[in-house]
Antibody, heavy 126, light 110 residues
Framework: QVQLQESGPGLVKASQTLALTCTVS??????????WTWLRQHPGLGLEWIGN????????????SYNPALKSRLLISVDGSKNQISLKLSSVTVADTAVYFC?????????????WGQGTLVTVSS | QSALTQPASVSGSPGQSITISCTGT?????????VSWFQQHPGKAPKLIIF???HRPSGVSNRFSGSKSGNTASLTISGLQAEDEADYYC??????????FGGGTKLSVL
């Protein structure tokens, strides 16, 4: 059974870059055909879709789709050799404090998020 | 502000049925049958309960059902049980090739 696990610094200073990794176990990212997705949830609030990367498993890097509100600060990439998906969000502010989730969608243009990590809390300090 | 509009809260008694709405626009819910619903208990990751408007993943109770009319999708939970008390979120694919979420609805089982 495929499992996802987020990891990265729990504390980031304002203006710096938030970098998280989602490690996939129990299956290979390179098998292709999935939207690997990052989402976040601000404390006590709802879910926010950050973006995804559709990785076919071939040699190219994948096709990304980003939340328009975050697009200018965002980079999502896949490392097939490490079975990992990464998130980089630059120029963070305290408003980026949230629990960050990675998730997988097999179809539905990325809406069918049927496998989630447990989430990791990232706090941005001023 | 969330792209999709859900009621902040709904409530019902055990055994009753409730419906949660998810209102979007012709650029998302109204144009695509790519609407999913998620259940989230406190401190847990969300769980997929409905996809493609009305389909249930394997293992999800048939007490959960979904539908869509125009720009509004709906989740109905019948035969309410205490364990259904949770937050519920909808999402939809959008014409800007992104995914929008609703603000979430807190379900209380009285």
């Amino acid at each position: 059974q495929v499992q996802l696990q987020e990891s990265g610094p729990g504390l980031v200073k304002a203006s710096q870059t938030l970098a998280l990794t989602c490690t996939v176990s129990g299956g290979s990212i390179s098998s292709g055909g999935y939207f690997w997705t990052w989402l976040r949830q601000h404390p006590g609030l709802g879910l926010e879709w950050i973006g995804n990367i559709y990785y076919s498993g071939s040699t190219y890097s994948g096709v990304t789709s980003y939340n328009p509100a975050l697009k200018s600060r965002l980079l999502i990439s896949v490392d097939g050799s490490k079975n990992q998906i990464s998130l980089k969000l630059s120029s963070v502010t305290v408003a980026d404090t949230a629990v960050y989730f990675c998730a997988r969608s097999g179809a539905g243009r990325g809406t069918i998020l049927d496998n989630w990590g447990q989430g990791t809390l990232v706090t941005v300090s001023s | 502000q969330s792209a999709l509009t859900q009621p902040a809260s709904v409530s019902g008694s055990p055994g009753q049925s409730i419906t949660i709405s998810c209102t979007g626009t012709s650029s998302d819910v109204g144009s695509y049958d790519y609407v999913s619903w998620f259940q989230q208990h406190p401190g847990k990751a969300p769980k997929l309960i409905i996809f493609d408007v009305s389909h249930r993943p394997s293992g999800v109770s048939n007490r959960f059902s979904g539908s869509k009319s125009g720009n509004t999708a709906s989740l109905t939970i019948s035969g309410l049980q205490a364990e259904d008390e949770a937050d519920y979120y909808c999402n939809s694919y959008t014409s800007s090739d992104s995914v929008a979420f609703g603000g979430g609805t807190k379900l209380s089982v009285l």
